[in-house]
Structure formats: C-alpha cells, structure tokens
C-alpha cells in the first residue's frame, strides 16, 4: 500500500489541475463557517491541516489582511504548489509550509486562533488522535472547522459505464491506493468531535455538487480517478479508450454528469475553560 503523503506526492500537479477545482468551492465554504470569528480578531493565527495546494489557507490570507496561516502537510509536492499559489496571490510573507502528520503537528500547544481542514480527516490513520492533536494546538476559546466525505455510496452513470468498458477491455488496473475512512454521519462526526474534548460541535450534512463537461469527466478520470488504467497504455491505446469511453457516453444527457456526493461541515470549540 503506498503512503498517502508519497501518493500525493506522485499526484499532486494532476491533484491541483483536476480533482481540487471539484472539491474547492465546498471546502471554501468553511470559510464563511469560521468568519463570525476571524472578523473581530487582528493578527489572528490560522493552522490548515492537510492544506494541499493551500486552498484554504491561501484565500483566508486574502480574505482578512491580518491573519498568519501555516499550512500542514506530509507531501513536499503539496506544500510546494501551496507556496506557488501564495506567492502568485500576494500572500506568501504571511503563510508558513510545515512537513507534517495531522496525528503529530509541528506547533506548540495553543498555538493558533483557529484551524481549518477540507477533505484530510478521511485519509488520517487515526482520526481520533489528529482530532486531540488539532485541539492541543487551538488556544482556550478557538475554533474548529472541518468538512469531509460522508459514507455513503452513488450510482454515476458516466463512471459505471467507463468501468464497464475496462472491465471488457481487461484494461490494466492499479494495487489501488490508500484506505480512507469517511464521516459514518452527521451524528458520528459530531460524537467523534465530542469525544476529543471539543465543546459547541455544529455539525451539518451538504452536497458537493459539481457539473462536470464529458472531456472534463474523461480528463478526470485519466488523470486520476482512474490514472492506474490509464497510466499504463501508450499513447495509440489511450486514444482509443477515450474514443470508445465518449461512444458509449454519447447518449447521456447534461444531467447524467452532474456529480453529487454527501460530505459532512462541522464547527467546534476549544472551551475557554
Ligand atoms: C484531498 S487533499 C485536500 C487538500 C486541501 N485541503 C484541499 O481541500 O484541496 C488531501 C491532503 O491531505 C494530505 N494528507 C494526507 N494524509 C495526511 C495526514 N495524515 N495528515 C495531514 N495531511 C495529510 C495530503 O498530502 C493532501 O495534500
């Protein structure tokens, strides 16, 4: 089984061009969650655990002129286009990129105003531990605010139907990647919360919902829902797997590639004792 820091590590450029514009404008939500707070507090400290390309990170540092963040991560390929997105927005002085485990973050206790995670808790070996390790580095009185993957299972017809095609194909098909446990409900995610001491737990259930094109769905699919069949055919067989995959999607219309799938946003308190 590969390590999800080096899995992300292979990724992380296909990451940013195909499957983080899907998730964005859901974790970028948290955003309005937590600014009741942010917006009374000067120089507030922000941690962002699993920031990836620093999505959050990034836009909360435009956002409120202010505000430091630090963005945690265990692949150095992430934390590297997190940089380049902060440079480009303007806000590098005021992020620092730590290597780091959510189990195990690198800050002292108490250390920031709030922290934020968008679609990590699901990768995280023991999401009981990050949760008591994010709650050690949140000062008395701070926020947290998650969102990520509820259980749940969805028929997508385009995707049904292109696995079909492998399938027949005997297309070759990867050791598959890493496990990841979602949110088992909205109600779990707030015990879950509760039992690693937090206070105030909000939790509510949305739908990330994302109209996919049918080239951007196949483009998705070959870089990385499915880049383990795709990644070894050579250029000739490629093609023509995306050739026979838009055949047999040609009768579907618009709405069969609206893509819909359950994930759980919850806020919670550090009490300030
Ligand atoms: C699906 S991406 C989400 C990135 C970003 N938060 C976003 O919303 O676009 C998952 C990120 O979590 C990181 N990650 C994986 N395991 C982790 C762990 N145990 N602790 C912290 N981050 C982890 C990965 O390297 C990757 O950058």
Do not use: C
């Not at 899907?22 to 507030?44: F, G, K, N, Q």
């Not at 909360?60 to 430091?68: D, G, I, S, V």
């Not at 979602?182 to 995610?189: N, Q, W």
């Not at 509510?204 to 109209?211: C, F, I, K, N, Y």
């Amino acid at each position: 089984m590969t390590s999800v820091g080096s899995a992300y590590d292979e990724a992380a450029e296909r990451y940013r061009d195909h499957w983080g514009p899907v998730i964005a404008p859901t974790a970028l939500r948290l955003l309005d969650r937590i600014a009741p707070l942010v917006d009374r507090l000067t120089d507030a400290q922000l941690a962002d655990v699993g920031t990836g390309t620093g999505i959050l990170a990034v836009t909360a540092l435009q956002r409120w002129p202010t505000l430091h963040a630090t963005g945690i991560d265990p692949s150095s390929g992430m934390r590297a286009l997190a940089h380049h997105h902060a440079d480009a927005a303007g806000v590098a002085d005021r992020l620092s990129l730590l290597a780091g485990d959510a189990q195990s973050i690198p800050l002292p206790d108490a250390a920031v105003d709030v922290a934020v995670s968008s679609f990590v808790l699901q990768l995280v070996p023991d999401r009981a531990a990050a949760l008591r390790e994010i709650r050690r580095i949140l000062r008395p009185g701070g926020w947290l605010a998650v969102v990520t993957w509820l259980d749940e299972t969805r028929e997508f017809d385009p995707l049904h139907r292109f696995d079909d095609l492998a399938d027949e194909w005997d297309l070759p098909e990867g050791e598959g990647g890493y496990d990841t446990e979602p949110f088992a409900s909205v109600v779990s995610a707030e015990q879950e919360l509760r039992d690693a001491g937090f206070t105030d737990v909000e939790a509510e259930a949305q739908t990330l919902e994302h109209a996919f094109t049918p080239a951007g769905y196949l483009a998705l699919l070959e870089n990385w829902e499915r880049d383990d069949v795709f990644d070894p055919l050579d250029e000739a067989e490629r093609a023509e797997v995306r050739e026979e995959t838009m055949r047999r999607w040609s009768d579907l219309r618009e709405e069969a590639f609206i893509w819909r799938a359950a994930v759980v946003s919850v806020i919670a308190k550090k009490a300030a004792r």
